[in-house]
């Protein structure tokens, strides 16, 4: 019965998460409140169909009302200031950091090591740990393009998601030695760019895990890690070069910098202001005229959008590929873990011996 009970109580947390009642669960599910009600407490046995269709329901992996998430995505769930705000991203960042955890296990992850920079203080210090990053990467002065694939590089394993326009920005949890983001990929390019930047900046400050992006705006860490996230994208020394290329034509070179560096407009403002560039009457100026079409065909250069939803990091879905390909992963794990960016149709034939298809066993089956 103490198994019934457990089982019970990890149901009623999974519904309260996702904001149901008794009787919505009841009315989905075809279970009848009295059954729900029973089942939480743990008098009821539930069989498995039952169960599948419960986490089904509360959108949840069947593995989740039996094992633990990584202690970071507990603590951020049951942080009143973070979790809650966004059921839906919420829910994706804890599958995800879930999914990656398993991948850690079964020694499917890729290597990464994770990069650590000092904390922040001052503006000075956001800008010389962006200078810092840029560094590691190889990418001193020029456009940061791909980032997805940066950030693993950085240890951060990031994936975009369409969770609709009310779904969030970005998330971000620590597991284990790594990072997981979770991006809202139904957000503009721009938005979606500057969002996994401030996440990107979480995890190399060491955070366990983050608020959303926008929601503590006066406070001061989110701050730094903001501006952190714009000289990320746009270091002054490529605003330099953008000034010595167009002179004093500062509307052609903003226009010129938000296409080669695949930054929002507003962020491309700021950023001309931030380092001086631009005084405050020019910068209102060009805030309120953003780029038309004959800018754009006047320059010659257009945007090309990023972290377009369903995105997985580039060595992480290669990783899960080969591991299918194995025999390790079935069809449904393995298309599970790639969100959608391949579906069962796509994957690739397996091995003609798939030897470790007998660690299956391993495996937690959705």
């Known amino acids: 019965m103490a198994e019934e009970v457990q089982l019970g109580a990890r149901i009623a947390e999974a519904r309260d998460l996702a904001g149901l009642t008794q009787e919505d669960v009841a009315d989905r599910t075809g279970l009848g409140r009295t059954v729900i009600a029973k089942i939480e407490r743990g008098t009821r ?10 986490a089904e329901t509360l959108d949840r992996p069947v593995d989740w ?15 009143p200031s973070v979790g ?35 904390s922040l203080s001052t503006t000075e210090d956001s800008e010389r740990a962006a200078a810092e990053l840029r560094k590691h990467l190889e990418v001193r002065d ?13 240890g951060l394993f990031a994936f975009s998601l369409d969770l609709g326009r009310d779904g969030g920005d970005a998330a971000y949890v620590e597991v284990g030695d790594v990072g997981v983001a979770v991006v809202n990929g139904a957000l503009d390019p721009g938005r979606r760019r500057f969002n996994l930047a401030h996440e990107l900046g979480h995890h190399v400050f060491m955070d366990a895990y983050a608020p959303e992006v926008g929601l503590s705006p006066q406070d001061e860490r989110e701050k730094l890690i903001n501006a952190f996230a714009i000289h990320l994208l746009l270091p002054r020394s490529g605003v330099r070069t953008l000034i010595s290329e167009f002179g004093t034509n500062y509307r052609l070179a903003a226009v010129a910098a938000a296409a080669r560096y695949r930054v929002s407009w507003t962020a491309v403002c700021a950023q001309f202001r931030n380092i001086e560039v631009i005084d405050a009457g020019a910068h209102e100026n060009l805030v309120n005229e953003p780029p038309s079409q004959v800018d754009r065909v006047e320059l010659g250069e257009y945007w090309v959008p990023e972290l377009n939803p369903p995105a997985v990091p580039p060595q992480y879905g290669k990783k899960v590929l080969a591991a299918y390909r194995r025999g390790k992963l079935t069809a449904a794990r393995a298309t599970e873990l790639l969100w959608g960016t391949v579906d069962r149709v796509g994957l690739p034939p397996q091995d003609d011996i798939p030897l470790e298809a007998y660690r299956r066993a391993f495996e937690f089956e959705a």
């Open 45 to 54: 046995k539930l069989g498995a169909t039952e169960l599948v269709s419960l």
């Open 65 to 79: 009302f039996f094992t633990d998430s990584p202690p970071a995505v507990v603590s951020r769930r049951s942080d």
């Open 84 to 118: 809650g705000r966004s059921k839906v991203l919420d829910t994706r960042v804890e599958r995800i950091a879930r999914d990656v955890d398993f991948l850690a296990r079964e020694e499917e992850l890729p290597q990464v090591t994770r990069l650590e920079l000092a």
């Open 142 to 154: 020029g456009p940061l393009t791909n980032l997805l694939a940066h950030a693993e590089q950085a």
